[in-house]
């Protein structure tokens, strides 16, 4: 999980970032790789749930998930915090298991 606060000054650049980032990852289908972005109600803060199963280099293939990535900082408020999650079940969430 990844989550950040944008500038509000900078967001529809940003919006237009992540829209050419799930572009591409629509266009190439990068095996390995599940994302989901979601804008909290700010609307300034935003947390990415990313799975890869062989490391983040396909990321780093994306030429639009480069340009998003290295210009990130500039617009950030508050920079991104990754955090590693561990599933311990879901409801209804693809992929993830019932609750144990």
Request: net charge negative; charged share 35%.
């Amino acid at each position: 999980m990844i989550r950040y606060r944008i500038r509000p000054d900078r967001l529809e650049e940003h919006l237009e970032s992540l829209r050419a980032v799930q572009e591409e990852m629509a266009a190439l289908r990068p095996e390995g790789l599940r994302e989901a972005v979601f804008r909290l109600a700010d609307e300034v803060g935003f947390v990415h749930l990313v799975e890869v199963e062989h490391g983040p280099e396909v990321l780093g293939r994306m030429e639009t998930f480069r340009r998003f990535r290295a210009t990130l900082d500039e617009r950030c408020d508050e920079p991104p915090v990754m955090t590693e999650l561990h599933p311990s079940g879901a409801y209804r969430f693809p992929g993830l298991p019932a609750f144990f």
